[in-house]
């Protein structure tokens, strides 16, 4: 059964003379058709506040010293942790593929007078980007750099 | 003689005068394979109930007056062919539009955000007639040109899930339309729109859903359209911070 829209979707500002049918939303949204992607990337955002809540427990730790701080750090080897990191993983990885298609076909013809390279262009150089930085992040994280 | 096909359309229907709420009525039509969706509909105000009320004009895809939803999905019914669906085929108004009767939806709301936009070529000063045409280079044209394809069809208005919740959002074909005059050449009133699509409820409401360029039946990708405003409306109001003279343009 199709929920309502907002009740002033569509609108106009003085109503006319004829009495109208309140407007309906699309029958697919939230869960059916293409709107579970959409839906899908608004509910990741439920995922960065929990990471955001998590990396200020680390922050405050730090506060108290090294002790509490590696105490935290033991603590993320918890399987649940590790859960919810892959599932964090997993929706940055969703959102940032999503941008990436939008990005391309968001640039203006033209900045002034410099035009954006082709979209395949963009789209690689931000794959490109994104994996050398995920390289870079990984081997700090390893200790194979900065040790 | 070949057999005539038969398929049920489940067509809502609302009576202002009479219904508290739309309801759904059931029509058998004998189909033809070439038919579209549009001649359905039409059979059935012709032939079986003349007290139907549907839009439709041009029954070639350029006038935008046909759009409904059909199974779910914003169409133009002139343009889909009725042999891509089944036996049985739903027809409702679209959504995010408040519904005059039957199929029929208010457009004034529409009509208000298009003007909001200032749809027009916006010069700073008249040119004088005896200065002859302003020219367009082909380069200039295509910048601007996928995005004046619009047919104000508002299928991207009902597939849009923003609009559903934001009454204020100006929507994707308007935003386009805006855009496509802030591209042309012949404009001065880019900074003017610009300011328009920074207020309130406007480009940053939209959340790229990008159904508005599934839907779309001519291709306009107003999803481009209106995120491309975005990065110019942000660029704009950069510039304004640096430059204050461009800010008060």
Redesign the interface.
């Known amino acids: 059964m199709?929920q309502h829209?907002?009740p002033?979707?569509?609108?106009?500002?003085?109503p006319?003379s004829?009495?109208?049918?309140?407007?309906?939303?699309?029958?697919?949204?939230?869960f059916a058709?293409?709107?579970r992607a959409?839906t899908l990337?608004?509910w990741t955002g439920l995922l960065y506040l929990l990471l955001g809540f998590l990396a200020l427990r680390v922050v405050w730790a730090l506060g108290d010293g090294k002790q509490a701080f590696d105490a935290v750090i033991a603590s993320f080897e918890h399987p649940l942790y590790i859960a919810f990191h892959v599932l964090a993983l997993v929706g940055v990885v969703f959102v940032g593929v999503?941008f990436f298609r939008?990005f391309p076909?968001?640039?203006?013809?033209?900045?002034g007078p410099v035009k954006p390279p082709p979209p395949a262009v963009i789209l690689t150089a931000l794959y490109a980007v994104w994996i050398g930085v995920t390289v870079v992040f990984a081997a700090i994280l390893a200790g194979g750099i900065f040790a | 003689m070949s057999d005539v096909q038969k398929k049920t359309f489940v067509v809502t229907r609302f009576d202002p005068d009479r219904d508290q709420v739309p309801k759904t009525q059931s029509y058998e039509v004998p189909v033809e394979p070439d038919w579209k969706v549009l001649d359905a509909l039409n059979f059935i105000k012709d032939h079986i109930d003349p007290t139907l009320s549907h839009r439709w004009s041009c029954r070639m895809a350029v006038c935008g007056s046909c759009g409904m939803l059909v199974n779910g999905e914003p169409k133009l019914t002139c343009k889909v062919a009725l042999s891509s669906y089944g036996d049985t085929v739903e027809v409702a108004p679209l959504p995010n539009f408040p519904v005059i009767r039957d199929l029929v939806v208010e457009l004034d709301g529409f009509m208000e955000k298009f003007e909001h936009v200032k749809p027009w070529i916006i010069r700073a000063k008249e040119r004088a007639v005896e200065d002859g045409p302003m020219r367009q280079s082909p380069e200039e044209l295509e910048e601007f040109k996928h995005f004046s394809m619009c047919i104000n069809c508002m299928l991207c208005y009902a597939a849009c899930p923003v609009v559903a919740n934001e009454p204020e959002f100006l929507g994707p074909a308007a935003i386009a339309l805006g855009h496509r005059y802030s591209l042309d050449s012949r404009d001065e009133g880019a900074g003017e729109r610009n300011r328009i699509f920074r207020g309130e409820g406007t480009v940053f409401a939209c959340s790229y859903a990008n159904e508005c360029s599934e839907v779309c039946p001519k291709n306009v990708d107003p999803a481009a359209a209106v995120n491309q405003a975005k990065l110019k409306a942000v660029i704009d109001w950069a510039a304004g911070l640096v430059l204050p003279r461009r800010a008060e343009e």
């Open positions: 199709p829209a907002h002033e979707a569509m609108a106009p500002s003085k006319g004829t009495r109208t049918a309140p407007p309906l939303r699309p029958p697919q949204l939230p058709g293409r709107y959409y990337f608004g999503r939008l076909k968001a640039q203006p013809p033209r900045i």
